[in-house]
């Protein structure tokens, strides 16, 4: 297998760290940036110099190409762009504040949208790589209590599969992870609520009861690195792929849903035609 060079945003925890764990004990190099790179103090110490510590808050656009070119620099190619960093943000729409709303794109969308046009120019010059943005199942499913962070997701998926279309004649693949529910603090010490109304108290019950009927055991974020590594080993990566067992009858029941209502009104859309 030949050695790849990766770039991964929030390494700190979660995904981020196991995946460039496993990139590391395999011989690969691996760019990890966080908030506070402390936090990756034991990984330089354990790989040396095949991990790069960068401190990075990827809403700074600015700091974000920075970033980039000094991983460019230091290694001398990059293979794959993990944008792993973000957070949920939970609270019923009428609940979030607009700060809280445009910092949750900031992170989620713009983010990943600045590495991404950071990293571009260093992939098409080489005629490959891969960019593997972090979605969720709430990427192309939607409940109750967590509109804006569906919001950061769904927008993630458009522009990543616009992307892809665009960069493919350039050697460039684009994966979407879609996660299910795992292991990580992405509900706990991660997330971020809105203050609550309570006059949502009652409908906020019912949605907490739902979840719990919804989820099963969570998956292992360490177990994720080995699933990962087999999407950016392939020949055709896919452009969208799973992660746990959950997602798929989630999106299969979705969907079924949507071409149905479609279908019973599909006389509205051919009265629209004229």
Not at 31 to 46: F, G, I, W, Y
Not at 130 to 137: A, D, G, L, N, T
């Amino acid at each position: 297998m030949t050695q790849k060079t990766w770039f991964i945003t929030g390494t700190s925890r979660g995904f981020g760290r196991e995946w460039a764990i496993a990139a590391l004990e395999r011989g690969d190099r691996v760019a990890a940036t966080a908030r506070n790179t402390d936090t990756l103090s034991d990984l330089v110490e354990r790989f040396g110099d095949a991990v790069l510590p960068i401190e990075l808050d990827v809403t700074d656009r600015d700091a974000d190409f920075a970033a980039v070119a000094k991983a460019h620099d230091f290694f001398g190619r990059l293979d794959v762009i993990v944008n792993n960093a973000g957070y949920g943000q939970f609270g019923f729409l009428e609940e979030v504040s607009e700060e809280q709303a445009r910092a949750q794109i900031d992170t989620n969308v713009f983010g990943a949208m600045w590495v991404t046009q950071a990293a571009l120019p260093y992939l098409r010059k080489q005629g490959s790589g891969h960019i593997v943005q972090v979605s969720s199942i709430g990427g192309i499913s939607a409940f109750p209590g967590l509109g804006l962070y569906h919001a950061s997701k769904w927008a993630l998926e458009g522009f990543s599969q616009s992307l892809a279309a665009e960069v493919a004649p350039f050697g460039i693949n684009v994966t979407l992870i879609e996660p299910g529910g795992f292991d990580t603090d992405w509900g706990g010490a991660s997330a971020i609520k809105a203050e609550q109304n309570p006059d949502y108290d009652e409908v906020r019950a019912a949605v907490a009861e739902a979840r719990k009927t919804r989820l099963s055991v969570p998956g292992s974020h360490v177990a994720s690195a080995k699933a990962l590594l087999t999407v950016v080993d392939a020949e055709q990566p896919p452009l969208r792929v799973f992660f746990g067992l959950t997602p798929l009858s989630i999106a299969k029941a979705d969907y079924a849903s949507r071409i149905e209502n479609w279908e019973k009104w599909n006389h509205v859309a051919v009265e629209a035609q004229g």
